[in-house]
């Protein structure tokens, strides 16, 4: 897949700019392909903040927008080749929802034969163009449906496959069967193909509804992005452990190690409730509140609940790398008015949260008369009595 030397000339010298601006100009220099151009610099623009090492190699050729925008992350793509370097037997893999190929080129890296399979040709063309520029030649592009080709596939070690959602509008999904394709149908399938089975899910599903649907999950793995739930990951694979003792793996990139527990251990974990906030307040980064790790997290990072329902945390002593955000309390008063105007002051601007407290965001800060923004963080939540009371913190810097 080439482009000529005008366009290419031309998205060197623009692109920086901006597209819509771009998109207007009344004229280009002739031999420009102006549709092509505008694609290849926003995509180039997209690539730099998402896609580095894409954005370093000279001659990569980007999709449509949509494309790019429903594609991994390099740091996501990153974390699946590093959770499947530990599985045995990397011989043949075969990635069947190829998209852009981010998540195809990591993974093929670590298998002797690789096989990329995609339904859109102009996506294919891409893929059979930038591969052999990321290192990664040895990768056979296939144009066909995921289902057809699976059902002729010879057995590999490693499929991956990343359903689509059903409506294509960005709405709320639930269950495994609202994604296209449906992978509990072909569940049978997949483990007849393949010795595991790397499964992405919009991290919008249930979770406890995905395990019932996929009996066969090894692993869980819950990936976020700067505190940002991006991806629901299952292994599965021909020898599962029993569902209440599958690891969750819950990683939020890129700043630290796994928080691991099973919801045996979930069930089984001890979680005592503080009577008053002590000195630092913690809240569970995304991935952990998204697999319900509450009373895990409190057992073994030796800290007390606020309330059921809050899900924050507290102690006297600096807990270090809790899997989350850290704060140290500088103060707590309840609603009345004389409560908050002696620890408020003059503070006119902070950062708000509302955790388990009847009110919005935008309420409360309408009350405070307080601007969003500063070095000052509000938490305003509910004690496990009921008493509804407002924290007023700053970022710890010794945990």
Not at 35 to 41: E, G, Y
Not at 179 to 198: F, G, I, M, N, R
Not at 262 to 274: D, N
Not at 371 to 380: C, H, K, R
Request: contains cysteine; proline residues 6%; glycine residues 6%.
């Amino acid at each position: 897949m080439q482009l000529n030397k005008e366009t290419l000339r031309f998205i060197r010298e623009h692109h920086t700019d901006d597209v819509r601006s771009l998109a207007l100009k009344a004229s280009v220099p002739a031999g420009v392909n102006l549709r092509v151009a505008l694609t290849q610099i926003a995509g180039q623009q997209a690539a730099a903040r998402k896609l580095p090492m894409w954005y370093r190699t000279e001659g990569i050729i980007y999709p449509p927008h949509l494309s790019l925008e429903q594609c991994s992350s390099q740091p996501t793509a990153h974390y699946k080749a590093n959770l499947v370097s530990k599985l045995s037997n990397r011989v043949a893999f075969t990635d069947l929802t190829g998209g852009f190929g981010i998540d195809c080129a990591l993974l093929a890296s670590l298998y002797t034969k690789a096989v990329y399979v995609e339904r859109d040709a102009q996506l294919c063309r891409i893929a059979a163009h930038n591969f052999p520029l990321l290192g990664v030649p040895h990768i056979n592009v296939v144009n066909n449906d995921a289902l057809l080709y699976l059902t002729t596939m010879k057995t590999v070690d490693l499929i991956f496959i990343d359903p689509a959602r059903r409506d294509g509008h960005g709405g709320k999904v639930v269950s495994v069967s609202d994604c296209e394709p449906d992978v509990s149908q072909l569940l049978p399938l997949l483990l007849d193909k393949a010795t595991h089975t790397l499964i992405k899910l919009s991290p919008m599903l249930d979770l406890s509804l995905a395990l019932q649907a996929l009996p066969n999950t090894q692993e869980v793995h819950i990936v976020s992005v700067n505190n940002e739930c991006k991806e629901l990951l299952l292994l599965v694979g021909q020898e599962p452990p029993a569902p209440e003792n599958i690891p969750i793996y819950c990683t939020d990139l890129p700043h630290g190690a796994s928080f691991v527990f099973t919801r045996k251990e979930e069930q089984t974990a001890t979680c005592e409730y503080a009577a008053a906030p002590g000195n630092y307040l913690y809240e569970p980064n995304a991935s952990v509140m998204k697999g319900g790790a509450f009373r895990s997290v409190a057992y073994i990072y030796k800290v007390k609940k606020l309330h059921p329902n809050s899900h924050l945390y507290t102690s006297d002593e600096p807990v270090p790398h809790f899997p989350g955000r850290s704060f140290k309390i500088t103060d707590c008063c309840g609603w009345n008015k004389k409560e908050l105007k002696e620890m408020l002051g003059e503070l006119k601007q902070a950062n708000l949260a509302v955790r388990n407290f009847p009110a919005s965001v935008a309420e409360l800060r309408k009350r405070l008369k307080i601007t969003d923004g500063g070095d000052v963080y509000l938490f305003a939540t509910t004690l496990n009595d009921g008493q509804k009371i407002l924290l007023k913190t700053i970022k710890s810097i010794s945990v």
